[in-house]
């Protein structure tokens, strides 16, 4: 009787554990499928393709009379609106136009995209870019050209900013310390030439030398990169995506792709840890099973 009883008692007892085992595998695939869901977010891409259209009258602006009105940089920022899945297209529209062109300087092309899982997607994408004066233009209509087969509302222009800096001061230190250690190298070689007979004062020469030699070279770079930003300008380029809200059903069925792959993904998951546990629940029940057949939980 006390044997029966015993094993009814585990035969209650085994569904619950199964159950148990079922329920926490699946827990920690679900677990484990959020954590890559918030950790994958950003990506990147680009297309190609493109059609120019002039850019908005509203925004055009004149390069001319720039050239020769002294040490100004000039910085632009030009931000725009397109549809979520042109962005890439934009950028590397742009981004092939000024590799293309002879004296555009790409300095960086970047695009992000987050999916806020809220029916919105936000995509962005931007580009940096050193043109001479008269391509800046050329340049900008390019940016806000709708792509073949887009509408010419399809571009939308959010603003356009134009700064102005003055660098005369500082090309005119840099002109001056430059010509005071060219002077100064020049006087140091008439003395290295004086001094060939004399060691000790040679060595000093020749380490005042070197000295003056790496301070020209740093001035000389100074005044490359002032005159960089004076004959070129800075354009900086925005593309963000309109808002769209995808609605509940069409955002239930974009997710649905990827809900199908993480049950899957469970489902596999699952199998594996069951082939892992499933034998010790069955070596665990037969040493049990062999322990009521040989009376061990009898009372005696």
Same mark, same amino acid.
């Given at each position: 009787m006390m044997k029966q009883k015993i094993r009814?008692?585990?035969?209650?007892?085994?569904?619950? %554990?199964?159950?148990? %085992? %079922?329920?926490?595998?699946? #827990?920690?695939?679900?677990?484990?499928?959020?954590?890559?869901?918030?950790t994958e977010m950003s990506y990147g891409s680009f297309s190609l393709?493109?059609?120019?259209?002039?850019?908005? #009258?509203?925004?055009?602006?004149?390069?001319?009379?720039?050239?020769?009105?002294?040490n100004i940089a000039y910085e632009h920022s030009l931000a725009l609106r397109v549809s979520a899945d042109k &962005?890439?297209?934009?950028?590397a529209t742009l981004r092939d136009y000024c590799l293309a062109q002879q004296g555009c300087e790409l300095v960086s092309a970047s695009e992000d995209a987050e999916d806020q899982n809220e029916g919105s997607e936000n995509r962005s994408a931007r580009l940096s870019a050193r043109l001479p004066h008269d391509k800046v233009e050329a340049f900008l209509k390019i940016a806000a050209a709708p792509l073949a087969g887009e509408t010419a509302d399809a571009v939308v222009t959010q603003s356009l900013r134009t700064s102005e800096r003055d660098l005369n001061r500082e090309v005119t230190d840099v002109d001056r310390r430059l010509a005071q250690m060219t002077a100064y190298r020049d006087r140091l070689e008439v003395l290295e030439a004086?001094? #060939?007979?004399?060691t000790d004062d040679l060595i000093k020469v020749a380490k005042e030398l070197s000295e003056a030699q790496s301070t020209l070279e740093s001035?000389?770079?100074e005044k490359k990169d002032l005159s960089r930003q004076v004959d070129t300008?800075? &354009?900086?380029?925005?593309?963000?995506? #309109?808002?769209?809200?995808?609605?509940?059903?069409?955002?239930?069925?974009?997710?649905?792709g990827a809900l199908l792959s993480e049950t899957l993904a469970d489902l596999w998951d699952f199998l594996i840890q069951a082939v892992v546990w499933a034998p010790l629940v069955v070596i665990g029940l037969l040493i049990v099973r062999r322990a009521i057949r040989h009376g061990w939980f009898s009372r005696k």
């Open positions: 009814y008692s585990l035969r209650r007892l085994a569904g619950p %554990v199964v159950l148990g %085992v %079922v329920l926490a595998s699946l #827990a920690g695939c679900k677990h484990r499928h959020g954590e890559n869901r918030r393709q493109h059609a120019p259209s002039p850019i908005p #009258a509203a925004m055009r602006f004149s390069m001319r009379g720039k050239v020769g009105q002294g &962005v890439g297209a934009h950028l004086q001094s #060939a007979g004399k001035a000389l770079k300008e800075e &354009v900086n380029v925005t593309y963000r995506s #309109a808002h769209e809200n995808l609605g509940p059903l069409r955002q239930r069925w974009k997710d649905s």
